[in-house]
């Protein structure tokens, strides 16, 4: 079993591999602020930066991602990609699952959306053995993300799912709670991270 995760990681950690990686999310990053385009067309803009939520999480990690080919880690990115792109994957997809519940009926763009954004939310996770913030980066990281839901769910900001808008103040609790979820595991990989440093040392 461990020879077949270490090939597994031999084969994600490959420059190769994470040249393919970074033109996918390059792809998902442009699609998802075209996405959103019709959205920000009826948005103030001192407010456009925190509407495209999913593709500004994929584009952190594609930096991230830039980062690691370079030889840096950009560790704020690093968290940022973290936090954001496990919290907006699994938003997605609970919000998808919701409306097919909702309405009994999801479009195949809508099924596209929930296998794409749980994807975005497993790279995250498996690549944080590469990711090197520490506690301050996760702060900042927090900070942004939960102001961003006070953006989305008090200035009512958040993506618009025209089915569950009568669900706002549930999903506003939900995504809170996400968040602090995501912010938790990001704190858990630093503290992964630093115990086997120690052990190393």
Not at 85 to 90: I, M, P, R, T
Not at 154 to 163: A, E, L, S
Not at 167 to 182: R, V
């Amino acid at each position: 079993m461990s020879s077949i995760k270490n090939m597994a990681w031999l084969i994600l950690s490959h420059k190769s591999f994470l040249w393919i990686l970074l033109f996918v999310n390059i792809f998902g990053t442009v699609y998802g602020y075209d996405w959103y385009m019709w959205q920000l067309e009826m948005t103030d803009s001192i407010f456009w930066i925190f509407v495209p939520d999913s593709p500004t999480a994929s584009l952190f990690f594609l930096l991230a991602i830039i980062g690691w080919l370079i030889g840096k880690n950009f560790k704020l990115i690093e968290a940022l990609a973290l936090i954001t792109l496990v919290k907006y994957g699994l938003w997605a997809v609970v919000m998808n699952l919701l409306t097919f519940m909702e309405t009994g009926y999801l479009d195949p763009v809508g099924w596209m959306l929930i296998g794409s954004h749980f994807a975005m939310a497993v790279q995250a996770v498996l690549y944080s053995p590469f990711y090197k913030f520490d506690f301050r980066h996760i702060v900042i990281a927090a900070i942004w993300t939960l102001h961003n839901d006070v953006i989305d769910y008090v200035f009512g900001q958040m993506p618009i799912y025209y089915d569950l808008m009568k669900h706002m103040n549930e999903i506003g609790y939900f995504t809170f709670w996400l968040s602090i979820a995501c912010i938790l595991l990001a704190y858990a990989v630093w503290k992964i991270r630093v115990k086997r440093e120690a052990v190393i040392a």
